[in-house]
C-alpha cells in the first residue's frame, strides 16, 4: 500500500503471523515504509520469491504535477531491509514513455520477476495492458504488450505448468479478459531453434530490425510465424518470418 498520502506517499508493507499480528522481525514492528526518488509513490501487489525474498510493485511519479507515473519495483530481504542485490540499491524505476502503472506481479521458480499494469501512452483509451520480465537482479529482459487498447492490466497467477494467466481490464465501459499464455523460453547465445511440423521451413529474405523490447504480433504475417533473437543488451531485435508450422531446425544468421 502507501504510507504519507497524494504527493507524499510511500511505498508501505506489513508483514503478520499466521495468526494475524503484526510479525515485528519485519521492519519496524511489522512495517517497512520506503521512499522512492519521487512522489504519488503506491505499492498494488506483492509476491514472495522461492528464496523468501518480497517484491512489491507499483508506481512513483518522477517530478512534477499532475503526475505521470512510472513502474516502480522494490525487492526485500527477509527482515525488511531492501535488498541492494537489486536494481539500484534494492528498487528498480521503469519508464514506459506514458503513465505506466505496475499492478500485479508473480515471482518465478528461476528467480525472474513479471509484473503487468498499464503504460505506453498518458490518455487512458490509448494505454495497453504491458507484460514485464525482468531478470532476478532487475535488470529489463522483456517487454510485451496486449492487442487492445485501452487495457489494464490488473493481476498475474502462474499455474504449477509454468502457464500464465492474466486479468485485465477495460479503461471504460466496465468490461474486462481473462488470458492464459504459454511459458516463453529465453534463448542466448545460440544459433539454432527447434521448429515443428517442416523440414524445410521457407524463411523470407526481408529479416528487418525493431527497436529494443519494440513488441510486435505474428497474426499480423499469417501464416508465418516470427523468430527473433537479441544478441546486445541495448541493440536492435533481429526478426525474421518463417512459414508455419514447422519441423526441423532453423539457424538464423549471427
Known amino acids: 500500500g502507501s504510507a504519507g498520502g497524494n504527493a507524499s506517499g510511500h511505498f508501505a508493507l506489513s508483514r503478520f503471523t499466521p495468526w494475524g499480528y503484526l510479525d515485528y522481525s519485519f521492519g519496524a514492528n511489522g512495517t517497512v515504509i520506503t521512499d522512492l526518488p519521487g512522489t504519488y509513490e503506491q505499492a498494488f501487489d506483492a509476491a514472495i520469491q522461492p528464496d523468501g525474498k518480497i517484491v512489491a510493485v507499483g508506481q512513483d511519479n518522477p517530478t512534477g504535477f499532475p503526475?505521470?507515473?512510472n513502474f516502480a519495483l522494490a525487492r526485500y530481504n527477509l527482515d525488511g531491509s531492501l535488498d541492494s542485490s537489486f536494481g539500484t540499491g534494492g528498487y528498480v524505476?521503469?519508464?514506459?514513455?506514458?503513465?505506466?502503472?505496475?499492478?500485479?506481479?508473480?515471482?518465478?521458480?528461476?528467480?525472474?520477476?513479471v509484473v503487468t499494469g498499464s503504460g505506453l501512452s498518458s490518455d487512458s483509451n490509448s494505454m495497453y495492458a504491458v507484460f514485464l520480465d525482468y531478470n532476478a537482479d532487475g535488470s529489463l529482459g522483456n517487454l510485451y504488450q496486449s492487442n487492445a487498447m485501452g487495457v489494464t492490466g490488473q493481476a498475474l497467477a502462474m499455474q504449477n505448468d509454468g502457464k500464465v494467466v492474466a486479468v485485465m481490464t477495460t479503461n471504460s465501459?466496465?468490461?474486462?479478459?481473462?488470458?492464459?499464455y504459454d511459458p516463453v523460453t529465453l534463448n542466448s547465445d545460440e544459433e539454432t531453434f527447434t521448429v515443428d511440423d517442416d523440414p524445410n521451413p521457407q524463411i523470407q529474405p526481408d529479416a528487418f530490425d525493431v527497436s529494443e523490447d519494440y513488441p510486435f504480433y505474428s497474426y499480423y504475417y499469417y501464416p508465418y510465424s516470427l523468430v527473433a533473437n537479441d544478441f546486445s543488451p541495448n541493440g536492435s531485435l533481429t526478426v525474421s518470418l518463417v512459414s508455419g508450422p514447422a519441423h526441423g531446425t532453423l539457424t538464423p544468421n549471427g
Open 67 to 69: 503526475p505521470i507515473f
Open 93 to 113: 524505476i521503469t519508464d514506459l514513455n506514458g503513465n505506466d502503472q505496475a499492478k500485479g506481479v508473480i515471482a518465478t521458480p528461476d528467480g525472474r520477476v
Open 173 to 180: 465501459g466496465g468490461g474486462g479478459f481473462v488470458e492464459r
